[in-house]
């Protein structure tokens, strides 16, 4: 239709020319001349005849004349349609030119043609050719007006085509067609898509044989701004080169995606793009290299789905496509926004292209430029100089395979690979990565403030320095879900607080780790300095968090450490803990070293409290020594157990206090809770070194062998030590000097002790139950630690001794002076003095002292002296009756007594030996022989008075004397003088010669008296009137007369049988031996 067009203009000229002539000419110039109804009439008649096929109308024709004289033809409302067909062609205005050469030689040659308000259609199909139609009505495949085809891999076609139109002759004095006022529509198959081009401006220009082609037009796309297109194209007349160029501003970034293969990864962008393309045809017709330059302004990366755009503020880019090798080469890409800034260059190679379309795009990019700051998700920039990129891009479904990505800066790389892609929930992003070192800063730059908030807030103020290598990181986020990210490293030379108020852990070597939500960093070396105590090792502790998406997150330290025990305990003195500050314990507790194991669970929260502090710690401890967890004893330990759990801090081993060998178990409560306060249970050696460590005062040899006792220590904040102590002696024997006991080594009691350490301690109570032994009381010691006094509620000794007793100290190796002021004693049976060594003060004030089965001392009180034995003095009341005074002093192993009293009589009577005595003085003498409780005794008594004593009244009416009758019934017989000689058992009275002697009577008696049936068996003589019988007494036994009477005592001692031998008066003194028998023998059992 171009060319019915411009045949249609030329006919009009010609036509035109002839009819009006020179004359019309002069009439018009510089002025439009209209041709008359009639004349338009015949014109369209003469068109319509011309122009075979085609109908020609229009509205109007005239002629001006412009200043060179050169006739110009202008129609309006020119429409030229083909018959059968509905496209037409519709200009609103159309003017020719014609050249003057040629028309002076007669033949009409339009020089230049001017349209407006021209339409045209332009369609794409899938394969890339383009057909073009002028004119209205259908579409341009369909028009039947040209239709022209051009590839669109093939611009020569293009070139084909105009020189063809212009090589016509009607037309080859034609140098310009200028169109303006055009309206475009393009019809896109490959994109499914259309565009209206409006008030566009189009000029053809041949000079000589060069072409150009050129236009600009207005788009219209219904968005938010205006896009401008420029187009050019050059070519020579028979050469099939040509050059096309094409600028544009502010076209949509969508919209230039679907016209090259080269800019189909425009498609995902969303803003306007300015620029220009150039490409070239060879004379062979093949396409070349396309130059892009492109301006893109803010906008969003916005694939198809439902992920969320991605803004930025600009992009450019600078590349050249090679269609044949489908390689795009980037010259220059940049781009800018709050996410990314980066300048990049490279190359990418187009496979699968089909209709216009790349399946994916493959190349390797390098960046002289990258800085990174994902919106406020990192606080500063990350910048590398040095980046380069292995990827892959797909965009249906959009998909960027980055295969490898190196980013350096200096010394430092960062690899990484992974692919991002979009679909219907979003964008999902998977990533894995490596690098060889980075700062602890460095890391927090690159660490999004969205992923492991509270951890990366913990490393942000906790740790201070530090280097990481081996660095590998590993990332899955799938939008509208939480971010799952693995992030492992080794770190050394770091600087961090494991727990706020503690110092700072330093030199830090190790491995960290964070995979799905739990972050874990170990640490294989490191130290903490205590403020006192030095170095805490800290290799092997770990530090976690196990989740880190919970609010406040859970943090967990599993403690590995080594160090002093000042040091370790420093530390638990610090905020926020203050364990021993609390408990009013110092630091300074022990020396040694302590291995911890423990966990210690809280909140990373800000404002934690004690409370909130779940601590759980194993210790082993080496080398203690300690003089403040024993008040003023030191304690040592080669190895000691500790654990620390709720609040309560144990210890348990084996250890000594001083050289005494102890083991048990320590505890304390700690925290809130704690009072100061602390408790020991366990053992301790029972053996001389006990004796000598705790300087308890007893004398040397008290306690042989070696045993162990329970002890319970109660620490009380403020308080002296309580403590409590049994043993069943196993493997101890006992020995107390001053009550002659022992017990043996295979022996078994029960001792307790209860009391407080201080200074001097003190023994509240302390209980002894033993075979033989059984005493309860409590004991004060002296400031120097010896013994001040124990006093004993009861004690029980062999059967023999039951009574209180106190013992006073008198000095470091010497025996304690013992105090006894009440109770009974037993001599029967009492083992006292004897043997050598070292004795102490007794005082004696008993209830009872039993001598014998039938004679004991009551209200007894004395003072004795135990060195060498029993020695003292004593008063007593026989049988509570008499009063006595005696003497007591060590003979054979035991103790003899000599006894005196001015109550001779009383004391008779009171033993039961003579119950009718009365008066006189007695001096009594007892030797212990043989087995306990037998004596050999010596009596004299004198003025001693006998009142109605039955077996001598019974005597003297057997020998009828009644004048001593009735002087015994009446006032008595007076003794002057009575002696003798016994043996005394706890069955029996044995005496062996015995005298008494007064004025009138004397009498001589020997045999047996046994105590317990109250039997005699006595025989004798009775001299009367001693005064003068007594001459003879010198051939006779003591208290026998010249002359006197044999009689025997039988039976009980209240109503004894007298037997009397009357003849024996008649015998002397010396031959009175044949009528009795020989006096007992000591030992001569028991009369039965």
Known sequence: MLRALVLTVGALLAFTLMTLGLTVMMMAHERPLYAPAWLKQKIEARLDETLHGLAVDFDDIGLVVDEAWRPRVQLSGLEVQRAGS???????????????????????????????????????????????????????????????????????????????????????????????????????????????????????????????????????????????????????????????????????AEDLSTQSAALAWLEVIDAPASGALRATVDSGGRLGPLNATLQIGEGVLRPDGGSTPIPFRSAQSYFTYDPVAQALTLNEFRVDSDYLSARAEGALHLYGTARGRPREMVGQLRMTEFSAQPGDMIPDPVAFSDVRADLRLRLDPFALTIGQISLSNGSEELSLNGEVTAGPKG????????????????????????????????????????????????????????????????????????????????????????????????????????????????????????????????????????????????????????????????????????????????????????????????????????????PGRRLSAQQVEMRLADNLLSFEGGAQIGAVPVGGRFETQLGPKGDGSARIDGWVELSERFIDEFRIGVPPGSLQGQGRARIALDLQKGQAPGFRLSTDFAGVGLRIAALDWSLPRAARGQLTVEGAFGKPARIDRLAIDAPGLTAAGSLTLSDSGGMAEARFDRVQVGGWFDGPVTLTGRGKGRSPAVAVTGGTVDMRRAKLGGGGGQGGPVTLALDRLQISDTIALEGFRGRFDTGGGMNGTFTANVNGRAAISGTVVPRNGRSALRVTSADAGGVLAATGLLKQAREGALDLTLLPVGPAGIYDGTLRVSGLRIHE???????????????????????????????????????????????????SLGISMDGVYDVRRKLMDMQGVVSPVYMLNGIGSLLTRKGEGLFGFNYTLRGPSAAPQVSVNPLSLLTPGMFREIFRRPPPRISQAPTQ
Do not use: C
């Open 949 to 999: 004593a039955p077996a001598m009244a019974a005597l003297l009416n057997a020998i009828s004397v009644v004048g001593l009758v009735e002087q015994l019934a009446g006032r008595g017989i007076v003794f002057n003088d009575v002696d003798a000689k016994f043996r005394l058992t706890p069955q029996q009275v044995i005496v062996t010669q015995s005298s008494a002697v007064g004025a």
């Open 86 to 252: 509905d496209a037409r062609l519709a200009l609103s205005t159309i003017e020719g030119t014609l050249a003057v050469g040629p028309l002076l030689r007669g033949k009409v040659r339009p020089d230049t043609l001017y349209l407006s308000g021209a339409q045209m259609r332009l369609y794409r199909d899938a394969e890339g050719g383009f057909d073009l139609a002028l004119g209205e009505g259908g579409a341009a495949r369909n028009a039947g007006t040209l239709p022209r085809r051009v590839s669109g891999n093939d611009l020569g076609t293009l070139s084909d085509e105009i020189e063809a139109l212009l090589d016509l002759p009607d037309l080859r004095e034609l140098t310009r067609i200028e169109a303006t006022a055009l309206t475009l529509r393009y019809e896109d198959a490959r994109s499914d898509r259309a565009w209206t081009v409006d008030g566009g401006r189009a000029v053809l220009e041949r000079r000589g044989n060069d072409l150009q082609l050129r236009g600009d037009f207005a788009l219209l796309g219904g968005r938010a701004w205006a896009s401008t297109l420029s187009v050019s194209y050059a070519s020579r007349i028979g050469d099939k080169a040509a050059s096309f160029a094409m600028s544009f501003e502010d076209m949509a």
């Open 427 to 630: 964008w999902d992003v998977s990533a894995e990565g490596a690098m060889t070192r980075l700062s602890t800063a460095e890391l927090l730059q690159l660490w999004p403030r969205t992923l492991a908030v509270k951890t990366r807030e913990w490393m942000e103020k906790y740790v201070a320095q530090g280097a990481l290598e081996n660095i590998q990181l590993g990332l899955r986020l799938t939008e509208g879900t939480r971010p799952d990210l693995y992030l492992g490293f080794e770190f050394s030379e770091a600087e961090m607080v494991l727990v706020k108020g503690l110092p700072p852990a330093k030199e830090m070597r190790g491995h960290a780790s964070l995979f799905r939500n739990r972050f874990v960093a170990a640490a294989e070396g490191g130290h903490v300095t205590a403020p006192q105590g030095g170095r805490v090792d800290l290799a092997g502790t770990v530090f976690i968090v196990p989740d880190t998406t919970i609010k406040p997150a859970p943090a967990e330290v599993e403690l590995r450490t080594d160090g002093t025990i000042t040091a370790t305990l420093s530390l638990l003195d610090q905020e926020p803990f203050r364990f021993l500050a609390k408990a009013g314990r110092p630091v300074t507790l022990a020396d040694g070293r302590v291995r911890l194991d423990g966990r210690m669970a809280f909140p990373l929260k800000k404002g934690r409290t004690p409370d909130e502090y779940d601590v759980v710690v194993d210790g082993t401890i080496t080398d203690l020594r300690s003089d403040v967890l024993v």
